[in-house]
């Protein structure tokens, strides 16, 4: 089945760099690769997404970037901020083409924008 | 508008009690699913329902039950708790059910002694 796996699992910054986090997938059948976070006590929060058709997405501050010869993709977050600390999940989705759609997450990375 | 809902927040169970957690959601979605969040290891599908009146099991459904109630509610129970259960839980619901965006609650925190 699906594996994922995540990297660094901590991130510490300095408020305006920049923070990347990487992950791989085994499957070469999933398609939909979408990125989480998280804050203190909440539920996941979807921030980013990118179809396998696409090899980048940008939305203001964050990007992801997906390289399905390698299996992986990466989350760029650029100019962090205090409030960008959280814990990010990467996870991969193949679109089962049923009702059902089988999301396999990685274990999380904690990043930390210290001020 | 309230997206998903999620109770209690927080439960503390003794070994052999059981429990249901409830969910519900109002954003009209199909699927809904029910996972177990543990330090370290992600986010792992415990039971889903991809539409009202299905349910089936995860990775890891064993000790769970679920029950789609209706269109809008799914609950979890656990019928004799467990420390290994001792988890954040989330539930989450999904419009198509085909490669769509996830929608999670708040969580419910469960120690189990």
């Known amino acids: 089945g699906e594996n994922v796996e995540q990297h660094p699992s901590t991130l510490s910054v300095q408020e305006g760099d920049s923070a990347v986090i990487k992950c791989t997938y085994s499957?070469?059948?999933?398609?939909?690769f979408p990125w989480y976070k998280q804050e203190l006590g909440k539920g996941p929060q979807l921030i980013i997404d990118i179809r396998s058709n696409v090899g980048e997405k940008k939305d203001q501050r964050i990007a992801v970037t997906l390289n399905k010869t390698a299996k992986h993709f990466s989350l760029h977050i650029t100019e962090t901020q205090p409030e960008d600390s959280a814990v990010y999940f990467c996870?991969?989705?193949?679109?089962?083409?049923?009702?059902?759609?089988?999301?396999?997450f990685g274990p999380g990375t904690s990043l930390s924008v210290i001020p | 508008n309230a997206g998903v809902t999620q109770t209690p927040k927080f439960q503390v169970l003794k070994t052999g009690q059981s429990m249901t957690l409830q969910c519900a959601q109002d954003?009209?979605?199909?699927?809904m699913y029910w996972y177990r969040q543990d330090p370290g290891m992600g986010l792992r599908l415990i039971y889903y329902s991809a539409s009202e009146g299905t349910t089936d099991k995860g990775e890891v459904p064993n000790g769970y039950n679920v029950s789609r109630l209706n269109k809008r509610e799914f609950s979890l129970r656990l019928e004799s708790a467990a420390p290994s259960q001792t988890s954040v839980y989330f539930c989450?619901?999904?419009?198509?059910?085909?490669?769509?965006?996830?929608?999670f609650g708040p969580g419910t925190r469960l120690l189990v002694l």
């Open positions: 996870a991969a989705s193949m679109g089962m083409g049923t009702s059902y759609d089988k999301v396999i």
């Open positions: 499957d070469s059948a999933s398609n939909y």
């Open positions: 989450a619901s999904e419009f198509a059910g085909v490669v769509e965006t996830q929608y």
């Open positions: 954003m009209n979605h199909n699927s």
